[in-house]
């Protein structure tokens, strides 16, 4: 199999991938973690930006018509049929080291640093009160770098020259997870060569 292709996501700002659960009256959200109680942002929500970036690309005539399609597939729906596409975009987490540190009991409160509070309150307009009982909070992650794989799949026949044209994409993502409207998730991402991780 070839050797993956390295994406890296420089995060520029506070984000957060929902794990859909909450900390009881105090966080409405918490940020999703992996096995050791690390941040990390999924290989599904990745691959859906990475797709939709290619697409504008291609509509813009930068990429060839169908790289989109070739990478990422079609989306989940009965009209696209479901096509898989030949690129497994994987988990995007922190370098393997650093991962490993973190993951270890003594780096706890290393790890805990790196979440912050944030809490937000909806204003009525006439009273200059707030509309809610309490502000609703969420746990944002601090700017880190994380790592993702690009893995052909096994058969795949992927476009001549694909990194080059997903190179091209990435600047139109912009940011990761939920709340990129209000300014979470602001980031920076480039391609990585597997072996030396060098920039493409």
């Not at 780096?107 to 309490?134: M, W």
Request: proline share 8%; with cysteine.
């Amino acid at each position: 199999m070839p050797e993956a292709t390295i994406l890296e996501i420089e995060m520029l700002d506070y984000w957060h991938c929902g794990s859909g659960k909450g900390s009881g009256d105090y966080l409405d959200r918490l940020a999703e973690r992996d096995s050791l109680g690390l941040p990390f942002v999924p290989g599904r929500l990745l691959k859906g930006l990475l797709r939709e970036a290619s697409l504008c690309c291609e509509a813009l005539g930068h990429v060839p018509t169908g790289t989109a399609l070739a990478l990422f597939g079609a989306p989940n729906s009965p009209e696209a049929h479901n096509l898989p596409g030949g690129l497994r975009v994987a988990d995007a987490r922190l370098p393997p080291a650093l991962r490993a540190w973190l993951g270890a009991s003594a780096s706890t409160p290393y790890r805990q640093a790196l979440s912050r509070e944030l809490f937000t309150a909806a204003v009525d307009e006439t009273t200059g009160t707030t509309r809610e009982r309490r502000p609703r909070g969420m746990e944002a992650i601090v700017p880190v770098t994380l790592h993702a794989a690009l893995e052909p799949l096994a058969g795949a026949d992927l476009p001549t020259g694909w990194r080059a044209s997903l190179a091209l994409a990435l600047p139109l993502t912009g940011a990761v997870g939920a709340y990129r409207t209000r300014g979470l998730g602001r980031c920076a991402m480039r391609i990585l060569d597997g072996g030396t991780h060098g920039a493409v």
